[in-house]
């Protein structure tokens, strides 16, 4: 429920109710040219009717009425071919918040945005359609479509958690605008946002070893978080979304937000890194920061060596390390001319101080000419979220430039993620179609609130059956209007989901897609963009690195070279290029950062599929129940998860949980009409009083409701579902007649 004031509590249980709203189009109070209006929100689903109260997306729509003002007509000011001084405040897209309250106090009852007008000539109206923040969530919906969770290498493990529905779901958010935690930074090359999957949302997840299964919202930094393994490192590899990055770029921000509240293991350790590329191959270097926060340690290291600990190091020590709670870890990595790494530790604390630390420069072993392969985060015994990687010309320094404070908001909410994908989906249509597609799928609900917050609740929520209401409504008082419905269609006791199989998929398939010009001239500076159709089964080529000796055809290699001649000496770590896929197409954008011009002789992008020998196996997991079964006979019902589901404890909790809330159908209350309450919000829960009619008394949530006005009156209707049943029937001296007559003849 909304919070309210004293005097609106007083006033409700009171029973007085002095009504009014406010609505604002545009910006502009347009409360006093409000003829009527009416406020619709429910859940919605695939679902039998009295069930939707366990999953379903909202998309709460206004209607209001507007009369004309100073002497002129509604269809005058604000009709489609108003003039656009006055009729732009109701133009499709234009804002709209609207309120209602009691007593004066007129809390936010919507926000959104305008869907259609209509003003029809004769009369002195025009009416405004509005739906909530979904409109804010129309753009095409786009994937990444990692192969880290398929990495074909010996020995390699890998964890199911690639992704997840909250993942994807958020991925979708962030896309509109709309984020959880602190979002890519725009000069970022790499960001993990670690909410529920190790994918990341810009670059390419290489491969993830074990401990990506383990996901956190208590005590995460923001919204969910990994938990790393008690006494190993769970770490994740990943190529960023430009390359080359070498040391001639600007400097590397590493960075990500952790928490170490309740350790009651083994050491707490935070570690960045990253592996290096001579020009000509060869030899690796290896370029790594770790933070032990139990020993209160940083450590910087650099060397040939893959352990780290076996290169050359140098260290910081400081002992506010060892406080619990949230910390923003961050590191500043540039080089020297020769190849020479050094590092300035940044740490900022639970209360926003900013701690940076001396210069640490490690040069015995400085790194040849060349660029970055790949990078590596890792965290043990912790939390962390948001890692990402950026470049910058000078080091953040205040505040707002080492953790981006001030510079977004939260206004989303998601809850702990519960289903695994080894693969991402492909998707069709805007976001929110996706995101209402998920919803559905896994028997989640997905709204934006009155206030503009989205909020996404799992299929868990429905499950305690809640023993305390949020507020009652009586005969007495408040209940002006009740129908109490029970159906057999309500009645789900066999229950099946379908569900895919990804637990043997490997991509062992590998396409190399060419892109083969005449040799393009590329400026100092300047950049050239170039688009190659990719088939909508591969998987995503990641950006490709600089040719050495061996020209395009390498897999995954750009060739830049001096002169247009293809004989011409390779030109390394010139060109900063980046990879996007969007659409059937991947665009490759190269940038020239040197001083000459150079040429691109082409590319070609390594891309993994999965053969037709590798496709997820179609797989089914029903539940039943037979009690429920004997008394209402067998009724069906097959849930498609639609690839969102992919492993089969999944396909169990989905077809249990849906089991559960049919195998008896609780009641649905229709037509609720009740003295109005601007407190009361969907998912509420509603304690009902009836000794009038229905004679009944029980717990309900608010799965609907719809408010209208008219002047001052204000009516509001919600609908509702028992959270239980009235037990199971008992048919207590009855003999229910057979389905055939006794006694009558087959039919010939």
Request: proline content about 7%; hydrophobic content about 35%.
């Amino acid at each position: 429920m909304k919070p309210g004031d004293q005097f609106t509590a007083a006033a409700l249980a009171a029973g007085e109710r002095y009504a009014a709203n406010s609505t604002r189009l545009g910006g502009q109070d347009m409360s006093r040219q409000v003829e009527s209006w009416s406020l619709d929100r429910s859940y919605g689903t695939d679902l039998p009717a009295a069930m939707r109260a366990f999953n379903g997306v909202s998309s709460a729509q206004l209607d209001v009425t507007l009369t004309g003002t100073g002497g002129q007509t509604a269809p005058a000011l604000y009709g489609p071919w108003a003039p656009r001084q006055t009729s732009d405040a109701v133009r499709p897209g234009q804002s709209v918040t609207h309120g209602w309250g009691i007593n004066g106090m007129i809390p936010d009852g919507f926000r959104g945005t305008v869907r259609a007008r209509s003003a029809e000539s004769g009369t002195d109206t025009v009416s405004v359609s509005a739906l909530d923040g979904a409109e804010r969530v129309r753009q095409p919906a786009q994937l990444p479509r990692p192969d880290g969770a398929f990495n074909t290498n010996p020995g390699a493990t890998w964890s199911n958690w690639a992704a997840s529905p909250v993942w994807v779901v958020d991925h979708l958010l962030r896309g509109a605008g709309i984020h959880t935690a602190p979002p890519p930074r725009p000069s970022a090359i790499l960001h993990v946002p670690f909410h529920g999957g190790a994918a990341p949302s810009l670059g390419y997840l290489e491969a993830m070893g074990p401990g990506f299964d383990f996901w956190q919202t208590t005590d995460a930094p923001f919204e969910s978080a990994v938990e790393g393994g008690f006494d190993f490192l769970t770490t994740g590899t990943y190529i960023p979304a430009l390359l080359p990055v070498n040391r001639r770029s600007d400097g590397l921000w590493f960075e990500t937000w952790a928490d170490t509240s309740g350790n009651l293991f083994s050491d707490q350790i935070i570690q960045f890194g990253s592996s290096w590329e001579a020009s000509a191959g060869g030899t690796t270097y290896y370029v790594t920061f770790r933070v032990n926060f139990t020993q209160g340690t940083m450590t910087a290291y650099n060397g040939t060596n893959a352990d780290p600990t076996k290169n050359q190091n140098v260290g910081w020590t400081w002992t506010p390390l060892k406080d619990w709670g949230r910390w923003h870890v961050a590191v500043w990595v540039t080089f020297s001319t020769t190849g020479v790494p050094s590092f300035i530790p940044v740490l900022t604390d639970k209360n926003d101080t900013v701690q940076a630390f001396g210069v640490g420069t490690l040069g015995t072993t400085p790194i040849p000419a060349g660029a970055m392969v790949n990078t590596t985060f890792g965290v043990q015994n912790m939390r962390a979220e948001c890692f990402q990687i950026s470049q910058h010309t000078a080091r953040p320094t205040t505040l707002a430039q080492v953790t981006q404070s001030g510079t977004w908001k939260r206004t989303a909410s998601l809850d702990k993620p519960v289903f695994p994908l080894r693969a991402l989906p492909n998707v069709s249509g805007s976001a929110w179609d996706v995101i209402t597609e998920i919803a559905r799928a896994t028997l989640a609900t997905a709204e934006f609130d009155s206030d503009g917050f989205f909020k996404w609740r799992n299929h868990t929520r429905w499950t305690t059956v809640p023993t305390a209401a949020d507020l009652t409504v009586t005969a007495r008082r408040e209940l002006g209007k009740l129908t109490v419905t029970e159906e057999i269609d309500a009645c789900r006791n066999h229950c099946t989901v379908k569900w895919a199989n990804w637990a043997r998929v490997v991509a062992s398939n590998i396409t190399t897609v060419r892109d083969t010009p005449s040799p393009i001239a590329i400026a100092a500076g300047a950049t050239i963009t170039r688009t190659i159709s990719v088939d909508d089964d591969m998987l995503d080529p990641r950006a490709p690195r600089t040719a050495a000796t061996d020209g395009a055809g390498s897999p995954n290699r750009i060739s830049i070279r001096a002169t247009a001649v293809a004989t011409s000496a390779a030109v390394l770590g010139a060109v900063e290029v980046r990879v996007t896929r969007a659409g059937g197409l991947v665009t490759l954008t190269a940038r020239n950062r040197g001083a000459s011009t150079v040429y691109y002789h082409g590319a070609s992008l390594l891309s993994l599929w999965t053969s037709d020998a590798n496709k997820p196996v179609p797989s089914l997991w029903s539940a039943w129940n037979t009690n429920s079964q004997a008394l209402y006979g067998v009724q069906t019902y097959e849930h498609d998860v639609k690839d969102w589901i992919q492993d089969s404890d999944s396909g169990r909790a989905l077809a249990e949980a849906i089991r559960n809330a049919g195998a008896f159908p609780p009641p649905l209350l229709q037509q609720v009409e009740i003295l109005p309450d601007p407190r009361i919000e969907l998912g509420d829960v509603v304690r009902v009083v009836d000794t009038t009619g229905a004679q009944l008394e029980t717990l309900a949530w608010v799965i609907g409701n719809k408010t209208s006005g008219s002047g001052a009156r204000i009516t509001q209707t919600l609908t509702l579902r028992g959270t239980a049943t009235n037990g199971t029937p008992t048919d207590t001296g009855l003999t229910p007649d057979p389905p055939t007559r006794p006694g009558a003849p087959p039919p010939p």
